[in-house]
């Protein structure tokens, strides 16, 4: 199938790209290197050092085989964007290509402009460059679990059925989104819920948790295929964070009382869920979304297992509770279904400590790149 | 008190201003003349003639005995717009200062990404700006009905309490939008509510219905106070398309069978409403939502009322049926809750032949300026 990764420059899109050509897929990536840039506004860096696109697109050549398409340029540009897709004719296009860090969105107005502009004019070019030329193409968008918020009721798969003084439909689920990024996130899945209806567009939005993990099957082929590994203030994620701080010997710092409950799942468990909504396409008109995460975790468990797994292996790890600079609830109810990707037949890879260990060694390798934070 | 009018040149800015000025208010409008400019775009004009936002200010001073501020720039101009916050200092903001026409949004892909950039990026500088320089200003914003799509339940005012699975919220009314204009105003919504959380803003947003009719009392003290009058394919709303129709000697135009209802309201109660909301303002930190409207009518009940009203003055008017352009259903369950309004005291003037009939005179007064459409 002719796949094109939307974003494939980033932590997970250029291991999507990997997977994907390795299946036998024909792959192009398409990015506008901003998260690289982002680095430099903040004098931040990836803790793993990676390669340029086009260095790791010769690398992955030489060692797979197998040929992966570059385009560089914003998805934002439609003069840019519409001949790619002219040209490459994808039949799925996996949308990773987004601002996607919610601190990032936060800083001012700037900023927060900036995200959801980027975020909605790139998502509405994609819809329109494939209403206009590829119509059958399945658009797989990668949304997030945070579009949701922290309802009082179980979250469910993008729609919910209500019943309400006697008549009942099933309706988008209420959105409870919590920063200017989230929030550009709902704003796309409703636009795309749009295009389905009247277009025709074929879509999944995946409604991704927390990724956590720097090893996939490809990237352990060999060092120059390495994915980026975040663990600044502002991209860097939770799991990823802690670990970072565990290696350095600094306490792991958890807002309040650490009772913010998630989502969350394995890198390597992206690459089989976007697999999995490729090659079980929606229909034609068809908006369906699948809650992407595989297992629910509170800040303070993670804090905890890190720590736990820190002792295996010698490091003595400590646990600051710091003032909460988010207005958020630090005790939830929080229970969302994500029945979906297993009924297509995920095989989830749970956290344990011998990935959490795995994760260690990664960032021990790079422990003198650490900046203090 | 000083209430600062977004959008104060257009069809329903221009009355509001007034209406708040003569109720003593200190009124400032702003503008950036968008809406004349599309008239340019497509060779339409208001049926009835109207002067320049300029003029029409003066001519208030010197009827009314009262100023009106004008400040004509881009809200989505933060450097424009941030001086006028902190000069004029606003206790309560309307914000009518959006591309409000499905049609425009959906010509194709330049005027449906500059409708949500417009309206997406202009509400979050007025959002910005209150946040930054008056937070107890009480933001009145207008959304509208069409937010809400034809769900097969009730229509509540925002918000709906859902029992699902055993546990109960109250949670964000579900969105079914059907143009990318509709869309905005959704995403409007939900970045209003999210910095009412995190900011405190205190916001109405007001989900207004079909609005008809031309005349306001302070409209009716002289000519040279007019609003526009629009009946054109983009801008013009369908009872005021049928009165021109009637007029012209047009059969009237329905899409199909006609079974598309929608909430209603006369001019008049728009400025009632919009006064209510700002005479009983939200709390700090509150999202409220009123559904702003009077009435529900199917296109066919106007049609049919139209009709009558005309062969009361002796008009011959036909019905005449068109294929439907757009993607929507014919016939469909549609029942919204308005009581928010009525509960502050909102006293509605409900569609008659007596107001249908002094629109077909202000319609028949202007009858030489009717394009073919």
């Known amino acids: 199938m002719r796949i094109l990764v939307l974003g494939g420059d980033g932590y997970l899109g250029w291991p999507t790209a990997m997977h994907l050509s390795q299946r036998g897929h024909e792959v192009a990536v398409l990015d506008n290197m901003a998260r690289r840039a982002w680095d430099f506004e903040f004098g931040a860096e990836s803790l793993v050092p990676i390669l340029s696109l086009q260095e790791r697109v010769m690398c992955w050549k030489s060692l797979a085989g197998k040929d992966i398409a570059v385009y560089v340029g914003d998805l934002t540009d439609y003069d840019f964007f519409e001949p790619v897709i002219r040209e490459f004719k994808p039949e799925a296009m996996v949308h990773y290509g ?68 006697g008549r009942t439909d099933r309706l988008p689920y209420p959105k409870q989104p919590g920063s200017f990024y989230h929030l550009s996130k709902v704003h796309d899945s409703h636009n795309i819920m749009f295009c389905c209806r009247i277009w025709g567009v074929r879509a999944t939005d995946l409604n991704q948790g927390v990724v956590y993990g720097a090893d996939t099957d ?56 976007v697999e999995l909504a490729i090659m079980n396409p929606a229909d034609r008109g068809e908006y ?23 002792k295996e292996i010698g490091l003595s790890v400590t646990i600051d509770h ?5 207005v958020e609830l630090e005790q939830h109810y929080y229970n969302a279904i994500n029945t979906n990707l297993l009924d297509l037949g995920l095989q989830p890879h749970y956290l344990n400590e011998t990935l959490l260990e795995s994760v260690i060694h990664v960032v021990q390798q790079y422990k003198h790149r650490i900046n203090a934070t």
Chains 1, 2 share one sequence.
Request: with cysteine; proline share 4%.
């Open 288 to 310: 369906r979304v699948f809650n992407q995460f595989t297992e629910q975790f509170s800040v303070m468990d993670l804090a905890k297992a890190v720590q736990e797994a820190g």
């Open 218 to 273: 490809e990237i352990l082929m060999d060092e120059c295929l390495r994915t980026r590994f975040d663990y600044d203030g502002v991209f860097g994620t939770v799991l990823n964070r802690f670990l970072v701080q565990a290696v350095a010997g600094e306490p792991l710092t958890v807002y309040g009382k650490g009772g913010q409950t998630r989502g969350f799942l394995d890198i390597r468990d992206t690459l089989a869920c």
């Open 322 to 326: 710091l003032p909460n600079p988010r």
């Open 98 to 165: 987004e601002q996607r860090a919610a601190p990032y969105s936060m800083i001012d107005r700037k900023h927060a402009v900036f995200t959801q502009v980027n975020n909605i004019v790139g998502n509405m070019n994609v819809l329109y460059a494939i209403a206009e030329h590829v119509p059958d193409c399945h658009l797989v968008k990668l949304g997030t679990m945070g579009e949701y918020g922290t309802p009082n009721i179980d979250i469910e798969e993008g729609f919910i059925t209500i019943t309400h003084k």
